[in-house]
């Protein structure tokens, strides 16, 4: 794996809390999250796999990793987007999510996309 990734893919993440889906008396907090991937590089990349780190504001952690997003691994030539929504819980209202994308170009060259922090909150809570 080279240093300088052989294209440029751009994260940009959206979240929203789900007061539907949560029962804050049970300390269960849904959120969904929106995650856009544009290929702003020169070359055709294919999603791999993601890699997920979920903190709660106890600092209790989850991972989550497996192949590709939602179901996908969907490969986005220069200036194509993709764009999917999908959800975690937690047992406080509060906190935030980072990771990783592992992506291959179409040259063959793998190589990886961190996933910038960003924060869980619950409607109700202000901090």
């Known amino acids: 794996m080279e240093d300088q990734p052989p294209t440029e893919i751009q994260i940009s993440v959206e979240t929203r809390y789900l ?28 999603l791999l796999s993601r890699h997920w780190i979920i903190t709660d504001a106890e600092g209790h952690v989850q991972e989550v990793k497996g192949p590709g997003v939602v179901g996908e691994q969907p490969t986005l030539q220069p200036g194509q987007r993709f764009r999917y929504t999908s959800g975690s819980v937690l047992s406080t209202p509060v906190g935030s999510m980072h990771g990783t994308f592992e992506w291959v170009s179409d040259t063959g060259e793998s190589f990886v996309v961190p996933i910038p922090a960003f924060r869980l909150a619950a409607a109700t809570v202000f901090h």
Do not use: D, L, V
């Open 19 to 46: 007061p539907e889906q949560s029962s804050p008396e049970q300390e269960h907090f849904a959120f969904a999250y929106q995650i856009t991937m544009q290929n702003n590089g020169p070359q055709t990349a294919q």
